[in-house]
């Protein structure tokens, strides 16, 4: 873990965050370190581009896998 010093936190923002905490039942901290999360969660677009670049990885499959779901299902070994 990192800590993270904010130096000259203006004094209403830093009243509006103790009471939000105090309200939330949280400390400041948690409080604080909640809103930098969310502030740096991928968004929607960087999320799709990631799953594009992973599904880039493999090549698209021409297997059917019907007749292999079939052939389980119909197996009656007991270790199925």
Do not use: F, H, W
Not at 8 to 24: C, F, I
Not at 54 to 68: F, G, Q, V
Request: net charge positive; charged share 40%.
């Amino acid at each position: 873990m990192v800590d993270i010093l904010v130096r000259n936190l203006d004094d209403d923002v830093a009243r509006r965050l103790k009471d939000r905490a105090r309200a939330s039942g949280k400390p400041v901290s948690e409080l604080v370190r909640e809103a930098i999360g969310a502030y740096v969660r991928p968004s929607r677009a960087e999320l799709a581009e990631r799953a594009r670049r992973i599904r880039e990885m493999s090549p698209p499959s021409t297997l059917d896998s019907t007749a292999l779901i079939r052939e389980y299902r119909d197996n009656d070994e007991p270790y199925r």
